[in-house]
């Protein structure tokens, strides 16, 4: 067990729909990240907050959004979901955005999402 | 920019023999690197990784890893492999990309390994 929670762990929704995809980082870490994986696509960066603020992006559509609030969980929202965002949603915290405690990133168990 | 290239889609190895998953990487600069695996319908767990130092690095498990910067190489390793380490190993670097203050990582394509009893 990596310290890191996500909720749900199943999701099913219909095109068109919003979802919000909850994370709850390891105590004490900082940094929160979150990925997608699919099977086309495997394992990509969406985007990564560092105690309350975005720190960076990667290749996160516009239709989705996330924020870290100040108990530093965080959550991901997809809204106008399309049948190819059927994927799994990793988050993974660390403790902060420098130095070695930064390096490793531990994962959740994902959310896996089926759009209908 | 900043990439992972793990070649092989999947790996066979018996149990009791050493395996090896490959990994290349492509970074301006030094590299700061790292091996994590993911089990059936379980998140990734973290390995190793490399950021400075010898060149050898180990890890959970029993796996290590060789950085070789002359061949761009992090391959992962373990003398003796078990039943038990079937799983998909990725392959990862961090971004360091300019536009990019956050410390991110760029995942390969993941490797499926498969030992065989």
């Known amino acids: 067990d990596s310290g890191v929670t996500q909720t749900p762990k199943h999701l099913i929704t219909a095109t068109g729909q919003r979802v919000t995809l909850r994370c709850s980082p390891r105590?004490?870490?900082?940094?929160v990240y979150w990925y997608q994986q699919s099977l086309d696509q495997g394992l990509q960066f969406l985007i990564q907050?560092?105690?309350?603020?975005?720190?960076a992006k990667g290749n996160i559509l516009e239709r989705f959004s996330a924020q870290q609030f100040p108990d530093l969980h965080s959550e991901l929202n997809l809204s106008s979901l399309e049948l190819g965002d059927s994927a799994l949603y990793f988050c993974?915290?660390?403790?902060?955005?420098?130095?070695?405690?930064?390096?490793?990133?531990?994962f959740g168990p994902g959310t896996r999402l089926t759009v209908t | 920019a900043q990439s992972v290239a793990q070649p092989e889609d999947q790996v066979n190895v018996a149990e009791g023999n050493p395996l090896t998953v490959k990994c290349t990487y492509s970074?301006?600069?030094?590299?700061?690197l790292f091996w994590y695996v993911q089990y059936p319908n379980r998140g990734l767990q973290f390995l190793l990784k490399?950021?400075?130092?010898?060149?050898l690095v180990k890890g959970s498990y029993g796996f290590e890893a060789e950085f070789n910067k002359s061949q761009t190489s992090f391959h992962l390793k373990k003398p003796s492999a078990l039943v038990s380490d079937s799983a998909l190993y990725f392959c990862?670097?961090?971004?360091?990309?300019?536009?990019?203050?956050?410390?991110?990582?760029?995942f390969g394509k993941g490797t499926t390994l498969s030992v065989s009893s």
């Open positions: 490399y950021i400075t130092g010898d060149n």
């Open positions: 907050y560092y105690n309350g603020e975005e720190r």
């Open positions: 105590s004490g870490d900082l940094s």
């Open positions: 993974a915290s660390s403790h902060g955005t420098s130095g070695a405690s930064s390096y490793e990133q531990y």
């Open positions: 970074v301006s600069g030094n590299p700061y």
């Open positions: 990862a670097v961090r971004d360091i990309s300019p536009n990019q203050a956050g410390t991110a990582l760029i």
